[in-house]
């Protein structure tokens, strides 16, 4: 009784069994597509965000040097003219 042949609707029963499994896949499969069209799409959007980012924060540290540069330049002036001030007179 070890070779018993399965009946004919088993077969049946196992290709619709394969066909809904391969369908849930294909679903499954375009799902992730989409998923992974919206996390390129996020990714697009943050790559130009953190561009406009790092564009301001190098504006910012030549600001900085500006800065730094100018008041190094009114120091100097400021000694100048104490001593030129005292030694005029």
């Known amino acids: 009784m070890a070779d ?4 004919m609707s088993y077969e049946g029963d196992n290709r619709r069994e394969g066909d809904n499994e391969r ?3 294909d679903v499954e499969l375009a799902m992730l597509r989409q998923d992974m069209q919206r ?3 996020s990714l697009q959007e943050l790559k130009g965000q953190v561009s406009e980012l ?3 924060w190098n504006t ?3 600001l900085v040097r500006f800065i730094k540069w100018t008041a190094g330049l ?3 002036l400021g ?3 104490a001593i030129g001030k005292d030694h005029i007179r």
Not at 4 to 7: C, D, G, T
């Open 79 to 81: 000694v100048i003219w």
């Open 4 to 7: 018993e042949v399965m009946p």
């Open 54 to 56: 790092l564009d301001a």
């Open 74 to 76: 009114v120091a100097a």
């Open 39 to 41: 996390l390129n799409y």
């Open 60 to 62: 910012a540290n030549g």
């Open 23 to 25: 369908r849930q896949t």
